[in-house]
């Protein structure tokens, strides 16, 4: 479907109130529902679910050490409106399709609060999953400031689910970050990029099979990752902002159940990367582009101050985007400066611990593999193994383990997360595969490579492309119980290529 781009301005996303606040504590309710909203001026008004009939749901801010409660709530209908695939696990025709629960994505969250895929609940939480917990969440908000994000986690659905709008954004603030002086308030924007596909009603189109050759395939059927056609920012198809000729910062989340994303500005002009996934980098980068894979964040400064009178697009210049898909939106630089621009542009932003690898109690080799199901679909795995085999990663609370992913799956990069800490990337090296395959050893076929330079900080999500190890490090807490690592293509994630863990 081809829509005008540029047309409807930049939503951003309510900022939700507490029920309850004291010193150190606030409780919030969320209720997901189903809704409508406009997504475009040449769209009618599109169904959707999202938390509190919004999309993006409403943004929390909350303070570092601040104990956050919340209760999520559901009330979605009891069917779909995207297609199951009953043949996948925890998805079965037994199983309630308007089931939902909430992760939140970054967040140091106790076991019992983290959106455990099988810990979901219906409507009044009438049916619950098998490890269902608790109605109310707890967030200890332990880490420094950064842009977390929550959204939908269900075991077979995530990827309708958040597809549906089951998304929006989470600040955590601290001191620190108060100290810099950067742009905020409406100089503060946020930017949830997605990539949405539309029925010629204006209705949202996810598709129910694969483009293979279908005889035989279950009906709906799962499919791969795929691009959909059009980009959406905070809920509007390709937005403009009209901005002031001066600094504004940015926090971008890519959010898109799979699609890569490569930005640059048209004009050329550096992004001043403050931060990463999971808090501020020791000190700024300039950079001219930078990808972001499903889940990935990035916290950016331009400064307009030369563009006075001009409109700039921010570009995906990703190598495979579709010729719809490489504007992403439109900036004006049309609003007369209101005063003085006295935030500033700091160079170092705050120390954080860097692990060393001598502090590695374990390496993991963990390969990403593809198998076929037994429909002739592609099945990826997380180290050969399914979701129900029996825990492979246990790991002592709080000791620091390296993890080397060796990605054999000739396609695009996975993006690994994995839940509760927040990891640095070592480095990357490329290996010979089909020795790896025929042999299962190492042998690699070029030096080891540092993470790019908007990779630098911690992360809590990483692109392991094919035919490299991707080395991280973390150290595993600070609390125990059962978390969950996947990949975030999402048509991944809910089809076997994420598995459990445990901190003991
Ligand atoms: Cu953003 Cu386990 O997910
Ligand atoms: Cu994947």
């Known amino acids: ?110 076991a019992h609060s983290d959106g455990y895929p099988e810990a979901w609940f219906t409507r009044n939480f009438e049916q619950t999953g098998p490890l269902f917990e608790r109605e109310v969440y707890t967030y200890p908000n332990i880490e420094r400031a950064t842009m977390l994000w929550y959204h939908d986690h269900t075991v077979g659905i995530t990827r309708l689910n958040v597809y549906a709008g089951l998304a929006g954004f989470y600040f955590i603030r601290d001191q620190n970050e108060q100290s810099l002086n950067l742009p905020k308030g409406k100089y503060e924007i946020p930017l949830l990029i997605v990539d949405r596909s539309f029925n010629p009603d204006g ?22 990752p795929f691009d959909a056609d059009t980009i959406l920012i905070n809920g509007k198809v390709y937005p403009f902002l009209e901005v002031e000729p001066r600094k504004y910062r940015f926090r ?69 985007a579709s010729p719809e898909t490489i504007d992403i939106m439109q900036f004006r630089i049309s609003v007369p400066l209101k005063s003085i621009d006295t935030s500033s542009l700091p160079f170092y932003l705050g120390a954080f611990e860097r692990l060393q690898k001598s502090m590695a109690k374990r390496t993991r080799y963990l390969t990403l593999v593809r198998v076929r199901d037994q429909y002739g679909r592609s099945l990826n795995l997380l180290d050969g193994k399914m979701w129900m085999d029996r825990i492979s990663e246990r790991i002592e609370l709080n000791t620091v383990e390296i993890w080397r992913i060796i990605n054999i799956i000739d396609d695009d990069p996975h993006p690994i997360h994995i839940h509760l800490v927040d990891f640095q990337i070592l480095d990357r090296q490329p290996f010979d595969v089909s020795h790896f395959q025929k042999t299962g050893k190492l042998i690699f076929t070029g030096p080891p490579t540092p993470p790019n330079p908007y990779e630098m900080g911690l992360k809590d999500t990483v692109a392991t492309p094919f035919g490299y190890v991707t080395t991280i490090i973390a150290r595993f807490g600070p609390f125990t119980g059962r978390y969950v690592w996947h990949c975030h293509m999402l048509e991944h994630e809910d089809y076997e290529m994420m598995r459990p863990f445990d901190i003991f």
Not at 204 to 209: D, E, N
Not at 289 to 294: M, T
Request: charged share 20%.
């Open 1 to 110: 479907m081809k829509l005008q781009k540029f047309v409807d301005e930049l939503p951003i996303p309510n900022t939700l109130s507490p029920k309850k606040r004291s010193s150190n504590s606030s409780y919030y309710e969320v209720t997901m529902k189903e809704f409508s909203q406009k997504l475009h001026r040449d769209l009618g008004p599109t169904r959707l679910w999202g938390y509190d009939g919004t999309f993006p749901g409403p943004t929390f801010e909350v303070m570092k050490n601040e104990t956050v409660f919340v209760k999520w709530m559901n009330d979605l209908p009891n069917k779909h409106f995207l297609p199951v695939d009953t043949t996948i696990h925890g998805s079965e025709i037994s199983v309630p399709e308007g089931r939902s629960v909430v992760h939140l994505h970054g967040g140091r969250t106790p």
């Open 203 to 224: 209705s949202l189109y996810y598709p129910s099979k694969p483009d293979q050759n279908d005889a035989g395939l279950p009906h709906p059927s799962l499919v791969p």
């Open 252 to 320: 971008i989340l890519n959010a898109s159940n799979s699609r890569i994303l490569t930005l640059r500005m048209e004009s050329n002009q550096p992004f001043y990367q403050l931060g990463t996934d999971s808090g501020f980098l020791e000190t700024t980068v300039r950079i001219n582009e930078f990808v972001l894979l499903s889940a990935e964040r990035i916290d950016v400064i331009i400064d307009f101050s030369q563009y006075y009178g001009q409109t700039i697009i921010l570009k995906n210049v990703t190598k495979s």
